[in-house]
């Protein structure tokens, strides 16, 4: 049994037991803890202060708690803050994009929180600041702003904040050239809209009371809010559903989807009075996206067992399906990400052999050339493009050594002009690090890939300290991409390691299948075949490695610190996706509905309910020797709910053995992301390394 030696001896708060007793399929389960959700939490998400007082006075005895324990990390969180924001150029400018008469970006001003957009004349000059969020945000705890989109004519912004951490969006309209906001202020807004080709109206989604994205409405400018005319009502809940638009305006996309399930709805912009047109009716399975082509759509799809995705065309007004044409033929093994068109050409990022590339097609030859880099690890993203009418593209590149850079490429004459490299002020020499790419065999003999970041002089013989980072879900791959902050701990002597387990789509779409539902073990066994193999390969040792994930991959903190808690020195659970099982059984929660694809529903399915009973974080604590862990959570997050990691620290303190303890830090200003500034961030960041350092025994300033 371990003895705590790291941490201060310090009274844990003693959280008190109202058994709620579940019976489903004949099962029965029990759950002292439920009382922590609070039964308003709706109401709560929108205004923390109804909170119940009982919660709150718990909630708050967690926070002293983990301060009391890591206030002897309190120099050392300085000091990582300090670099951190050290590597920030604090009066960052993005690349101005061009739209007619006009450039547009985002900038931020020394010591500033939030970004500022401005706009310059198309081939530059003076900049014309349009939105400054540090004036938006000032005074108040929380603030974040959402989507940003100048009208067609360039006269009007259509822009969204929330100011809880909610993500309950307030949509608001400003007139560019007075810098006045008007009376049009839309609540409960999903956090974008999309202008109608005469720039005097927009569409946008409207959240109900569970947080789910059900209607898309049109708003006219001036007009009351009450009256803004229904467009579509969505009246499934396990369907996500939002609103984009066509660069060249003529097109409203109505997309609706869960995680393995699409169907697109269409709107001239021209005719806000129509009623959507169909694609293709949804059919369990299918996935296909629209992306705008002139006089046809491409269309990304997974369809006639495409299982890495084929692209197709079809004519605008005819896009079903009986009148696709396969323009790009599905080739197993390499999974297209994403399509981007142009009058000319068409752009498609996609990934082979684990690594990313971008492919150009040149519409009326058929002509194909790629964009690729020679490094072992790397990243590369589409930035997109306000104009449909050009030769130019713009794409970005990083390693987990070399900063992001920015391109424009121009697709005719494959000339790439290098925009912007990311400035690291405080200095950085790539020659100082060294990225590596490994493959650890798992548990069924799969090759799980690593990407690992370390400094040269780091000592490669089992002492080193290594932060471990996974996710493995939703299909969502973690690129080998630069991040300045990690660089504070390879400094100190810690191998970086993203283990890129499946539940992700780092090999292929079959990455991911194998990793979800009936298969979701997979990726837990995967990060624990990744953290034996450093150890294997001499990069480090059990005792020092660190395990950190959020969200779904706080859900894999749990799961592995239960099925191994002998292969971690200590675990980070951000945001952590605990209570599969009980969130999962609740479908008045925001996201419950459209996970059960990923899932599993074991309201209707006792197979599904013993599957996710069987692995559940939080189902699963057991009298087990657990490394220390550190839970992070936002009180108004509606995506994991803060009772989740709350109820878990609580099992987990009652339940372990040895006496490492359980910290639970929780924000209570803020949601999902956390805290919303770029600074406010950093000092969270600076908390979670400094835990990381304070368990391998290195937590010096």
């Not at 108040?140 to 969006?169: C, M, N, P, Q, T």
């Not at 839309?186 to 005097?200: L, M, Q």
């Not at 660190?546 to 706080?554: I, K, M, P, T």
């Not at 009652?654 to 406010?680: C, Q, T, W, Y």
């Amino acid at each position: 049994m371990t003895k705590n030696t790291i941490f201060a001896a310090a009274a844990a708060p003693k959280t008190e037991k109202h058994p709620v007793y579940d019976t489903r399929h004949g099962i029965t389960r029990v759950d002292e803890y439920a009382w922590l959700r609070a039964p308003n939490w709706q109401d709560v998400f929108k205004d923390p202060a109804v909170l119940d007082p009982a919660i709150r006075q718990h909630l708050e005895a967690e926070n002293a708690y983990q301060t009391e324990l890591m206030a002897d990390t309190s120099e050392l969180q300085k000091t990582l803050f300090q670099e951190m924001k050290g590597r920030i150029k604090e009066d960052d400018s993005s690349v101005p994009m061009r739209d007619g008469p006009f450039a547009y970006g985002s900038s931020f001003k020394k010591g500033g929180e939030q970004p500022r957009y401005f706009r310059t004349p198309r081939d530059g000059g003076a900049e014309e600041i349009i939105l400054d969020g540090d004036a938006e945000g000032e005074g108040k705890a929380y603030f974040r702003i959402g989507g940003v989109d100048h009208s067609g004519d360039h006269k009007r912004l259509l822009w969204a904040y929330d100011d809880k951490g909610s993500e309950f969006y307030t949509l608001t309209v400003r007139d560019i050239e007075s810098g006045s906001d008007l009376a049009d202020h839309i609540a409960d807004s999903g956090g974008s809209g999309v202008w109608n080709a005469s720039n005097d109206g927009f569409y946008y989604t409207r959240l109900d009371a569970n947080h789910r994205p059900s209607k898309i409405f049109f708003h006219t400018l001036g007009s009351d809010t009450a009256e803004d005319r229904l467009i579509y009502e969505e009246t499934d809940p396990g369907f996500f559903m939002n609103v984009g638009g066509s660069r060249r305006n003529d097109w409203i996309f109505i997309g609706i989807n869960d995680h393995e399930t699409s169907e697109y709805r269409l709107l001239r912009t021209d005719d806000p009075e129509g009623t959507p047109k169909i694609v293709v009716p949804r059919e369990p399975g299918l996935q296909y996206d629209l992306e705008e082509g002139g006089d046809v759509f491409f269309i990304l799809t997974n369809a006639d067992g495409a299982k890495d995705f084929k692209i197709v065309t079809a004519p605008v007004d005819a896009p079903g399906r009986e009148n696709w044409k396969e323009l790009v033929a599905h080739e197993p093994g390499r999974l297209i990400l994403s399509v981007l068109g142009f009058k000319d050409f068409m752009v498609r990022l996609e990934r082979k052999d684990g690594l990313p590339r971008i492919v150009i097609h040149e519409r009326a030859t058929g002509e194909e050339h790629l964009i690729s880099f020679e490094e072992e690890a790397f990243s590369l993203g589409l930035s997109g493009s306000y104009e449909y009418d050009t030769d130019m593209m713009r794409f970005s590149y990083s390693s987990m050594t070399t900063p992001g850079q920015l391109f424009d490429y121009n697709m005719r004459t494959r000339e790439r002009t290098l925009l912007k490299t990311q400035e690291v002020p405080s200095g950085h020499d790539p020659e100082n690090y060294v990225t590596r790419r490994l493959l650890a065999p798992a548990h069924d003999g799969e090759l799980v890939p690593i990407s690992l970041l370390y400094h040269k002089d780091t000592p490669l013989d089992g002492s080193a300290p290594c932060l471990l980072y996974g996710y493995g879900s939703y299909g969502i791959a973690i690129p080998a991409s630069f991040n300045t902050n990690c660089l504070s701990l390879a400094d100190r002597g810690f191998v970086y390691a993203i283990a890129h387990i499946r539940g992700g789509k780092d090999k292929g779409y079959s990455w991911y299948d194998e990793g979800k539902r009936t298969k979701k073990t997979n990726t837990f066994h995967d990060f624990i075949s990744a953290a034996r193999h450093l150890v294997a390969e001499n990069y480090t040792s059990h005792d020092r490695i660190v395990a950190q994930g959020g969200s779904a991959g706080g859900m894999l903190m749990g799961a592995v610190a239960n099925m191994a808690p002998d292969a971690f020195g200590g675990i980070i659970a951000e945001v952590p996706f605990v209570d599969v099982l009980a969130t999962m059984l609740d479908e008045t929660l925001p996201l419950t509905p459209p996970e059960w694809p990923e899932w599993g529903n074991p309201i209707i399915s006792e197979e599904d309910y013993r599957t996710i009973a069987a692995y559940s974080p939080y189902d699963n604590v057991g009298a087990h020797d657990y490394p220390p862990i550190l839970a992070v959570a936002g009180l108004t997050d509606p995506r994991v709910t803060y009772w989740e990691p709350a109820k878990w620290a609580a099992r987990l303190r009652e339940r372990k053995s040895g006496d490492n303890p359980v910290l639970f830090k929780i924000n209570m200003d803020s949601g999902h992301a956390g805290a919303s500034g770029r600074f406010s961030r950093l000092e969270e960041i600076a908390f979670t390394y400094a835990f990381a350092l304070k368990v391998v025994g290195k937590a010096t300033a």
